[in-house]
């Protein structure tokens, strides 16, 4: 059974930083890539970033590139965002995704609040 629990969210100012981890089981983490998404209120739910299982490289949405980074541990069946210079518009709940034999997985989310 997939499983993705989130955790590291919460409450930073404008220029901060906050660093999300997902936690997976249930599949061959090494294999899959990984996503961040993101769904502020009233907003549909946007991709922030994608990792890739073996070969490939990262993608960020524009919005967030040169300021957010995606990385994985494969021993640690965990993928990371590392969140700099947060803005007020990076409020959202932020969501881990994978998908595995063609079914997509969510996980519970983490909210993440920027505000002074």
């Known amino acids: 059974q997939v499983q993705l629990v989130e955790s590291g969210g919460g409450l930073v100012q404008p220029g901060g930083s906050l660093r999300l981890s997902c936690a997976a089981s249930?599949?061959?983490?090494?294999?899959?890539?990984m996503s961040w998404y993101r769904q502020a209120p009233g907003k549909e739910r946007e991709l922030v970033a994608t990792i890739p299982g073996t070969r490939g490289s990262t993608n960020y949405a524009d919005s967030v590139k040169g300021r957010f980074t995606i990385s994985r541990d494969n021993a640690k069946n965990t993928v990371y965002l590392q969140m700099n210079s947060l803005k007020p518009e990076d409020t959202a709940v932020y969501y881990c995704y994978t998908t595995d034999w063609g079914y997509g997985y969510w996980g519970q989310g983490t909210q993440v609040t920027v505000s002074s």
């Open positions: 249930g599949f061959t983490f090494s294999s899959n890539a």
